[in-house]
């Protein structure tokens, strides 16, 4: 069974092409298998519903994983059986003790420590940090460096001091010498950065959060735009599930503009016919509508052809407060 992005790089694949044996070429997968996922979208069938198949211990997981963490992974399955049974299981031993085998290699996995190399791809990440620099005129200097993986260029600034605006200039300053922006972005543990750690997680300081508006962009193309044959009828009932037709009339394709926002999870989107330079250049003005004039937004994008077009280049000269951002190729 493929997974959910598997399915779904699969009908992509067939959008693109129109050809089972074509999408089959691109996705890796044979030709039966795309006409089998195309089919089941026709349909409005859900391509996973197969793989969700429940078992009559499925409702007794959570104990069985119970039992194994408290025991240390050491109890045996004949006990996990006779506990689960007084609780209303019907199966059999042998279920009982392939659902304990698995729970226990699950369990005994996240509390193995490994130790992996991590090599970065070209551009992956980025790392950041300061030092002190020379006396100029009696006053101390901070020199900000920064650099790219697998890169020999470094990006120093001479700054008089190290405070959240002169980092943020710096910020700003060396991702548009880099003409990019990395994956990762890798720096200590400033206060003027992170404020804080709970549970392991990182607590940004929230004024760096506030000073720009990060917005991750991406365009859906070719979807279906699909309409009833006939009016939805009024629910009569309350709680009663509301009614449509099993059928549907195809309206053409609609394409889907979307950018979400990384400090709050806002998504801005907007249909349009096509997914073209025009159609990219008026989502930009509508961004710029919708972000507060105080603050510089830096839009995060793919490679794709649409947004290296002249057009598309002028629009950070026409607005300065705008900075386009490319992810790595193929990262």
Request: aromatic fraction near 8%.
């Amino acid at each position: 069974m493929k997974s959910g992005r598997e399915i779904m790089e699969i009908l992509e694949a067939y959008d693109l092409t129109g050809s089972y044996r074509a999408a089959a070429e691109l996705a890796g997968c044979d030709h039966h298998t795309v006409a089998r996922y195309v089919k089941l979208r026709a349909e409005d069938r859900n391509p996973e519903e197969r793989a969700q198949r429940s078992r009559p211990i499925d409702d007794f997981m959570d104990e069985i994983e119970e039992l194994v963490a408290r025991s240390g992974g050491r109890i045996h399955a004949d006990v996990v059986h006779r506990r689960i049974t007084a609780m209303g299981f019907v199966g059999g031993e042998r279920t009982t003790r392939r659902a304990v085998a698995a729970v226990k290699k699950s369990w005994q996995a996240g509390q193995r420590r490994v130790f992996r190399p991590w090599i970065p791809e070209p551009g992956l990440w980025m790392q950041f940090d300061g030092g002190e620099g020379p006396r100029i005129g009696g006053r101390r200097t901070t020199l900000w460096c920064a650099w790219l993986s697998w890169s020999r260029f470094r990006v120093v600034i001479s700054v008089l001091d190290n405070t959240l605006p002169t980092i943020v200039a710096c910020l700003d300053a060396t991702l548009r010498r880099l003409g990019g922006v990395p994956a990762y972005v890798l720096t200590d543990n400033e206060k003027t950065i992170t404020v804080d750690h709970v549970a392991d997680i990182t607590i940004r300081n929230s004024e760096i959060v506030q000073v720009a508006v990060v917005l991750c962009v991406d365009e859906k193309s070719q979807t279906k735009a699909l309409a009833c044959t006939a009016p939805i009828l009024p629910m009569m009932m309350s709680g009663a599930p509301q009614r449509t037709t099993p059928d549907y009339v195809r309206a053409g394709t609609s394409s889907l503009y979307a950018a979400l926002n990384l400090a709050t999870g806002k998504v801005i989107g907007f249909l349009y016919a096509r997914t073209r330079a025009i159609e990219f250049k008026k989502f930009l003005a509508t961004l710029d509508q919708e972000v507060p004039a105080v603050l510089d937004v830096h839009v995060v994008l793919d490679n794709a052809s649409t947004y290296k077009t002249p057009a598309i280049k002028r629009w950070p000269a026409a607005h300065p407060w705008f900075a386009l951002h490319f992810t790595p190729t193929s990262s």
